[in-house]
């Protein structure tokens, strides 16, 4: 069974950095692409970032190109996306999610998010 | 950029009748890239269509997608109390995904 848990959401202030993890288990972790997306409190989804299953391609919204970096660890099984000069407006759940098969696609699991809020 | 246009914003109906949910693309794709996720408050989306039509792993068949081009329709044959939600569709593919706004499903 997929399991996906984030971690590292919290309090950051605008321009500071934040690191978000996401561990998985239940699945061959290094076979899939994988995603983050997230969701403002009370708003709709928004894909974020996707790596390629050996992490060499690497795809993000325009809204977070070149202050995102998604990036994973295959020995771990884990994902992660580090938030550079994070703004308010970047406030919102993110979650990690799994792509449904090897080539690039729907996402067929999900975590239950971690909340970033950033303020001063 | 595709962007996807979800109608209605909210669908108000009685459990057993049925859910018409409308997702128009701006353009084109190659395929039919298009896929459908139900969300409850308080957690996180959930897969129930893939590649327009193809129900997800565990999906009631209740749930079935159709369309092609531009515009993709999401139906719920017999509403059930657990299936008053938001639901989104997504385009996939040419290394970009998006979301629409979600229609939500409310009881009447």
């Known amino acids: 069974q997929v399991h996906l848990l984030e971690s590292g959401g919290g309090v950051v202030q605008p321009g500071r950095s934040l690191r978000l993890s996401c561990a998985a288990s239940g699945f061959t972790f290094s076979d899939y692409p994988m995603h983050w997306v997230r969701q403002p409190p009370g708003k709709g989804l928004e894909w974020v970032a996707v790596t390629s299953h050996d992490g060499k391609n690497k795809y993000f919204a325009d809204s977070v190109k070149g202050r995102f970096i998604i990036s994973r660890d295959n020995s771990r099984n884990t994902l992660y996306l580090r938030m550079d000069s994070p703004r308010p407006e970047d406030t919102a759940i993110y979650y990690c999610?799994?792509?449904?098969?090897?080539?690039?696609?729907?996402?067929?699991?999900w975590g239950q998010g971690t909340l970033v809020s950033v303020s001063s | 950029e595709i962007v996807l246009t979800q109608s209605p914003g909210t669908l108000s109906l009685s459990p057993g009748e049925r859910a018409t949910l409308s997702c128009r693309a701006s353009q084109r794709s190659s395929g039919s890239y298009l896929a459908w996720y139900q969300q409850k408050p308080g957690q996180a989306p959930r897969l129930l269509i893939y590649d327009a039509s193809n129900r997800a792993a565990g999906i009631p068949d209740r749930f079935s997608g159709s369309g092609s081009g531009t515009d993709f329709t999401l139906t719920i044959s017999r509403l059930e109390p657990e299936d008053f939600a938001i639901y989104y569709c997504q385009h996939y593919g040419s290394s970009l995904w998006t979301f629409g706004q979600g229609t939500k499903v409310e009881i009447k």
């Open positions: 999610a799994k792509n449904a098969g090897y080539n690039y696609g729907p996402l067929d699991s």
